[in-house]
C-alpha cells in the first residue's frame, strides 16, 4: 500500500539519524482476532523519538487485514500518523496528524483515503491513569479507528488492563476491555495481551504480542514514558 511504502523509506530516514543521537526507541505489535467471526490481522508499527524530558514526538503505522475468504468484503486498511507530546510526571497532552487509507480486496473497488487530526490526553496517577483520544473524522473506515475515553489499572508495574468507552463512525458506541502483561524472562523486552470489542454493530476478540527494541524497562515506566 502507498502509505505502508512510505513509513518504511521514513523508518530508514530516522533510524540511521537516530542511532547517532540514541534516542529513538522502536516497537513491533503483531495481533490476530475474530472481528463477528472473521479473521482479522494487525500489523503495527511504532517510532518514539524524544526531544526533551518535555517534549516527544512519535510515528505510528497500523495496518489490519480483514480476511474474510471473499474479495468482496475483505480489505487492507492502513493508517499512518504524527503525534506531538508536552509531558511531566503528571501526564502528557499530544495533538497528532495523520491519513487512513482503506483498499478493497475488489479490484473493482476504489481505495479509500481520509484525513484526521487527533487530541490524545493522559492524566497519571499511582496504580492507574486516565487516558482520552479524540479523532476528528466523523467516519471511520472498518471500525478499528475510534475516539475513547477510558482508564487504565496496573496490577504491578508489569500487568496492567483498561477499560474504554469507543466511539466510532455514525455515532456508534463501543466498549473496549484488554490486558497486557510483560513478563521478566523475556528481559521486559515482549508484552502480551487480549483485546475484547463490542459495539453496536460487531464484536471482536483478539490476541496480540508487542516487541520492543529498546533497553529493559518495566511496561508501566514504557506505557507512560513511550506512549
Known sequence: MIVFSRFLILLVAVSSTANAKGLTNFAFGLGYGLLDEKSLLNIDFKINMPINDYLSTQLILNSNYLITGSSKDSFAQSEFSSNWFIQNDIGRLGLGLG?????????????????????????????????????????????????????????????????????????????????????????????????????????????????????????????????
Open 99 to 227: 491519513v487512513t487509507e482503506l483498499e478493497p480486496m475488489d479490484e473493482d473497488a476504489e481505495t479509500q483515503r481520509d484525513v484526521l487530526g487527533q487530541f490524545l490526553g493522559d492524566v497519571f496517577f499511582d496504580d492507574f491513569s486516565l487516558t482520552a483520544n479524540a479523532i476528528s473524522n466523523e467516519k471511520t473506515f472498518s471500525n478499528v479507528t475510534s475516539s475513547r475515553l477510558g482508564i487504565n489499572y496496573y496490577f504491578n508495574d508489569d500487568l496492567r488492563t483498561s477499560l474504554y468507552r469507543e466511539n466510532y463512525s455514525n455515532d456508534n458506541v463501543g466498549w473496549r476491555l484488554d490486558a497486557f502483561y510483560q513478563p521478566e524472562k523475556y528481559r521486559r523486552m515482549v508484552s502480551f495481551g487480549t483485546v475484547l470489542r463490542t459495539g453496536e454493530d460487531f464484536d471482536y476478540f483478539g490476541v496480540v504480542a508487542e516487541y520492543y527494541f529498546d533497553y529493559a524497562v518495566s511496561l508501566k515506566q514504557r506505557e507512560r514514558e513511550f506512549h
